[in-house]
């Protein structure tokens, strides 16, 4: 779309205020608004300024004005205003330049894809998500240096089974997998969420309810190039949580908001393109895998500590990490076995299929960076053809101690990958993709705002544990 298409689609739909979005490096949408009289093709043209002093990980005060460039091609209209709003997603650059900002997300995966390209060994990545949530009826939590506290509800959940006002069908924990009505109470939210996504210009594919039983669901959008699908997450997480909270509810993309029951995660399907040809298809390979798709799985695979800084980035995320919960924490591929960490789906026998799920990723992550990364540990696999270790197609969780012995399993904590990040991101610095200054930024900020903020603080179980010794 051209920026006079833009500024068509927003006059044909009468909007009164365009929103101006860009990405921070953690995942999270920022706004501001302007009348869609101030608007206008020139606008598009010239960009318009901001404070990156005020958003996490962008720049200091003495060096706060930068620059956003919107996109004609993302524009859409907000399904949610009250006065007609069209929203168009920004890329941000530098005031005095007007270079690509280092930092920003987006150009981040551009640039990603300009490598691609420029291998020579594929001109298109499709990033196909699947990303869980939960949606709760109450959300609550404070921190203070004398209270803290988390309070979470859902009407489907076990432990309301025997409230006052119970009419029974509550779920069994890690009873929510496909259960009809009345046990699922959310599918007209759903139903609703996956209208409004539709709306967007996102196509869906399915929605269920996930194996979480108080209130874990899942929403399948179609595969897409790396840039314009990871403008697409940020454009389902938006929709989601806005549906939600008209019903009175809370979605979160949270891995692991509840204790013992399972997370959510955000398997990402991935294949390599040339020529319109898929190259991670060959009949005679194990599960009709190319040597390109075999060497691409041994990148993930030898990055996955690394790799986890951003597919993983939170805290949270190595909750959900353990074993137990169908969590995919052992760092193996297999066809079919979704106790692997890389599965092979087994979608039919058109060559166009056939793909890698890599299943460890979470929703916590900021999309750009995540399918950005992914890709170029596939590509570092195919330029140094890294065999991966040997396919296991049994059950994972029930192998014998000896058996498990030698297989790798993920990092045990967010800390952990941001350290192994600090020692190994060669593999994402090829064609200037990812920068020295954007990941030790990352990495820093991470450490000292996430890693301490909660390793630093009591914890309520260790009150339970510790508090009378």
Known sequence: ????????????????????????????????????????????????????????????????????????????????????????????????????????????????????????????????????????????YQVSPNKSFFEIDSMEASWNSGADDAIGYSMRTKGGYFPCAPADKLHDMRSNMILMLEEVGIQTEIHHHEVGGAGQCEIDIRFDELLRVADKIMKYKYVVKNVAATYGCAATFMPKPLFGDNGSGMHVHQSLWKDGENLFYNADGYAGLSDEARWYIGGLLKHAPALLAFTNPSTNSFRRLVPGYEAPINLVYSARNRSACIRIPMAGNSPKAKRVEFRIPDPTANPYFAFTAMMMAGLDGIQNKIEPPAPVDKDLYELAPEEKADIQQTPGSLREVLLALREDHDFLMKGDVFTEDLINAYIDFKLANECDAVDLRPHPMEFYLYSDC
Request: charged fraction near 25%.
């Open 1 to 140: 779309m051209t920026a006079s298409e833009a500024i068509d689609l927003i006059e044909t739909n009468e909007a009164l205020f365009v929103d101006i979005r860009f990405t921070d490096p953690f995942g999270m949408w920022h706004h501001f608004t302007v009348p869609s009289h101030a608007f206008t093709e020139e606008a598009i043209a010239e960009g318009m300024p901001f404070d990156g002093s005020s958003i996490r990980g962008f720049k200091s005060i003495n060096e706060s004005d930068m620059w956003l460039r919107p996109d004609p091609s993302s524009v859409f209209m907000d399904p949610f205003t009250e006065h007609a709003t069209a929203v168009i997603i920004c890329d941000i650059e530098d005031p005095i330049t007007h270079e690509p900002y280092s930092r920003d997300p987006r150009y981040t995966a551009r640039k990603g894809m300009e490598y691609l390209k420029s291998t020579g060994i594929a001109d298109t990545a499709f990033f196909g998500p699947e990303a869980e949530f939960f949606v709760f009826d109450k959300m609550a």
